[in-house]
């Protein structure tokens, strides 16, 4: 049987090995302590975005730090289908919701980009990659998408790795239906999704032009820009790629 704290699953920015011991702070020690209601002596689990998922045992829990001894290796590090996920910032909690949502749904970076309509104009980009982190940690995946800096579109699409498809998300335009422009090969892709008010004809054709982008229609109703993210990435991580590997690759502890 896994026990009840393994389902605690941690991400760490430090190297994961057995036997090695880590010193968390005082957030990490808040939510083991206060929320989770931990004690010493329970396992959780921690991962780092490269060497895998790690049990770890909780040595000593004090007010602001924890200190974990590294147990056994529960999962090995997955290979994972790699999508960006760039939009138009949107206001208020959809914005951390879509965040959220392109973490679960696998998200490898996560970009906001500024286009002729966006009205927000800011981005907390460390309260978003909270989230991330956060999203990461409850749905078992092994790594935590990186969110980015506020860009504009121009500059995005001007320093753009031309191996990466592009996926624009552009309604009323007659595009492609997404399900039959997804190139199932494996390659590295990106979703864009446009503001409230859509893009401007202009940023249209010009991505258009580029030869690593796809106009792609998302169905015959007008979602909004949060709804359109989530639709996207989903259809992507159901036709791009094989599913996940590992998903029952668990080891069980008693
Ligand atoms: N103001 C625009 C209009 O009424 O035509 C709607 C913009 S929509 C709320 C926000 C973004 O979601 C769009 O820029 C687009 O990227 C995406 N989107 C929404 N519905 C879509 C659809 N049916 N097909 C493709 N993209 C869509």
Not at 90 to 107: H, S, T
């Amino acid at each position: 049987m896994v026990p009840r704290s393994l389902a605690t699953r941690l991400f760490v920015d430090t190297p994961l090995a057995s036997g090695m011991e880590i010193a968390l702070g005082e957030s990490h020690s808040h939510q083991l302590r206060n929320v989770l209601r931990l004690a010493e002596g329970d396992l959780i689990a921690l991962f780092n975005g490269r060497d895998g998922e790690w049990s770890a045992r909780l040595a000593a829990l004090a007010k602001r730090s924890v200190t974990i001894i590294i147990g056994e290796r529960l999962r090995p590090q997955p290979t994972e289908p790699d999508v960006w996920l760039l939009f138009a910032p949107i206001k208020g909690p959809r914005i951390d919701w879509l965040v959220e949502k392109a973490a679960e749904l696998g998200a490898t970076e996560i970009r906001p980009v500024l286009t002729r309509r966006t009205v927000v104009s800011r981005v907390n980009r460390e309260r978003l990659q909270a989230h991330a982190v956060e999203a990461a940690e409850q749905c078992e995946r092994l790594t935590a998408p990186a969110v980015r800096n506020l860009e504009s579109l121009e500059t995005v699409v001007g320093a753009w790795p031309k191996e990466r498809h592009l996926y624009v998300a552009a309604e009323r335009r007659g595009a492609v239906p997404m399900a039959e422009a997804i190139r199932a090969d494996g390659a590295p892709a990106a979703i864009l999704i446009g503001p409230e008010g859509g893009f401007d004809p202009a940023e249209l054709d010009h991505l258009a032009q580029t030869g690593f982008a796809s106009l792609v229609d998302l169905g015959p109703r007008i979602l909004r820009a949060d709804t359109a993210a989530v639709a996207a990435m989903a259809l992507w991580q159901a036709l791009a790629q094989p599913p996940l590997a590992g998903r029952s690759g668990h080891a069980h502890i008693a």
